[in-house]
């Protein structure tokens, strides 16, 4: 008997499936000459089959490791805090308990993130590495109670739909399990005639479907898995349709990556989908290229006459005898190609450039002082504005649509396994809502703000140069311009922009305590200064003490 729920997810998987094919078959076309060991949206292959039977010119294929690394250390950068949290209340932004709050809960984050059992490091270059291949990447945050396990899914095994916002609120994520895997993770909620055919293909695999989705009838009051904000319904996609797990989610496990969207379109494109055409033609001139080598170095041979030639050798160093007529010309000669082979060179160098930049490894690249070529602190800053301008577009949608959701998620397993202290909350952030944003503070980030310190520096800049003329007519107005500016401020900005750590800058209080102690230090030394003519002004009204006594004594 087939399940109807089951059936219909069944049904609505088919159709998601049916309108996702012309990328699958775009996208199988990339990963053979860009990632070949992420093929399979259109044919399953054989666990360590070659894959890399198309691929003639690795250029695209070292530029998505480049690109995918650039992006890990740009947006969430390993050795970096690349966001903190702010209580969304502006009233509470200098309360010092809410900021001690804010600053541990942050820590606790980054800790459970990257901890060796979570693996968010490796997974996030795997969400990278498809999202500039395919345009989509996507990691299933997974609530391996108390902690946090990230999982990458290729994107051949899931399918995910919006919501009316434009919002990804729909995953079928579709994987395999062995019959004793299957035994092992569902048990007697599988069908009977798959746990009695188990003992005789425990290899054999099946197909599941996990279905999350948002739930229409709940009850928001009751805690329980049926009640959450999201169903999730495990079903079996072989021998019929049939639920074998049911239960729920309270924020969508999925964070989605797209690169670039189109109108109307669901799923991304991404840098190799623009630079298809370059790839599969510098593919192509590569194997032209090949055989042109393969010409030259080996070439084949002409004869006059079949008939009259003895097979001969090619054997370095080996002698044939009758090649040569009485006159001493060639009876037989190389044929070799003609044409200039520098020109297919350049035409080939023109889409490697095209393929780099496609993948922005241009824009990645460091930029070297040599010689008298050196860029002033301004210049630099000015370059870096460039590239937050340029990446702007792609580190907002990574931040909206893919780290936004990852946080949240995460946030509410913490707190829903205990790790966060719900009792730690400060009285004013409940008073307040409770409400909490992502300030994030990626180098990508700090790059967008480079505007503001190009900005600061050629201000000081132009103060500088504009009071150092005018003192020579008018010191005072020189003076009153210079005093404008209020430096302490604007190198407090500067390092923030440039991400410079905060604790290199002493604070006010630090201040003060400084000016205090050096205060006390002038003093000290002013006392050790005077202690000679001290010591001479003790000695003499001791001396007049002494003489006043005697004289009290003889009276």
């Known amino acids: 008997m087939i399940d109807e729920r089951a059936k219909m997810l069944g049904d609505r998987l088919k159709s998601m499936q049916a309108a996702r094919v012309n990328f699958n078959t775009t996208w199988e076309r990339i990963a053979r000459v860009v990632l070949p060991t ?94 500039g291949a395919f345009g989509n990447g996507v990691i299933y945050v997974h609530d391996a109670k108390p902690g946090i396990r990230y999982v990458a899914v290729h994107l051949s095994e899931i399918w995910f739909d919006e919501d009316h916002n434009g919002v990804i609120d729909t995953a079928y994520w579709c994987h395999e399990y062995t019959y004793r895997q299957a035994v092992q993770k569902f048990g007697d909620k599988l069908p009977k005639e798959i746990r009695d055919q188990e003992p005789s293909k425990p290899d054999a695999k099946l197909k599941f479907c996990k279905a999350v989705y948002p739930r229409k009838d709940r009850n928001p009051s009751r805690r329980d898995n049926m009640n959450m904000a999201f169903a999730s319904v495990t079903f079996l996609c072989d021998g019929g349709y049939a639920v074998v797990e049911e239960s729920g989610y309270r924020t969508f496990p999925f964070a989605v990556a797209r690169y670039v969207t189109s109108p109307r379109e669901v799923y991304g494109r991404s840098p190799a989908q623009d630079a298809l055409a370059d790839i599969l033609t510098l593919n192509e001139m590569s194997k032209t290229s090949l055989r042109y080598g393969q010409m030259v170095t080996d070439p084949p041979y002409m004869a006059a006459d079949a008939d009259s030639m003895d097979p001969f050798s090619t054997r ?96 509410d397993i913490l707190i829903h396994a205990g790790v966060i202290d719900m009792n730690s909350v400060p009285d004013e952030l409940r008073a307040e809502g409770g409400g909490i944003d992502i300030e994030y503070d990626s180098p990508l980030t700090r790059a967008m703000k480079a505007e503001e310190g190009v900005g600061i520096l050629r201000t000081l800049e132009f103060v500088g140069q504009t009071a150092s003329q005018i003192a020579a007519a008018d010191q005072q107005r020189a003076a009153k311009m210079v005093r404008k500016v209020n430096y302490e401020r604007a190198l407090e900005r ?47 009204l001791a001396e007049t003490q002494n003489i006043a006594q005697n004289q009290t004594a003889v009276i």
């Open 316 to 411: 370095p160093g080996a002698i044939n005898y009758g090649y040569l007529s009485p006159d001493g010309q060639d009876r037989i000669k190389p044929l070799r190609p003609q044409g200039d082979p520098g020109f297919g060179l350049e035409l080939a160098n023109q889409r490697r450039q095209a393929i780099n930049g496609a993948f922005l490894v241009n824009l990645f690249q460091v930029l070297v002082e040599t010689g008298s070529n050196r860029m002033t602190a301004t210049e630099v800053m000015q370059r870096v504005q460039e590239k937050g301008a340029l990446l702007g577009p792609i580190g907002g949608r990574l931040r909206t649509e893919f780290l936004g959701p990852l946080i949240e998620r995460e946030i």
């Open 38 to 131: 992420s093929t399979g949206f259109i044919t399953t292959y054989a666990a360590g089959s070659n894959q890399s039977q198309d691929i003639f010119d690795s250029t695209a294929q070292l530029a998505l490791p480049r690109f995918a690394a650039a992006l890990d250390t740009l947006v969430t950068p390993q050795t970096n805090r690349w966001h903190s949290l702010q209580p969304t209340s502006k009233r509470l932004k200098n309360n010092t308990a809410v900021a001690r709050f804010m600053a541990e809960l942050t820590d606790l984050l980054f800790s459970v993130r990257y901890s060796p059992k979570g693996g968010f490091a490796s997974r996030a270059f795997e969400t990278y590495m498809s999202l």
């Open 494 to 540: 500067l390092a923030d922009i440039n991400g410079a750590p905060p604790d290199i800058m002493f604070s006010d209080d630090e201040l003060a305590e400084m000016e205090q102690q050096n205060q006390s230090q002038v003093q000290a030394q002013e006392l050790l200064a005077a202690a000679p003519g001290l010591a001479d002004t003790a000695k003499t």
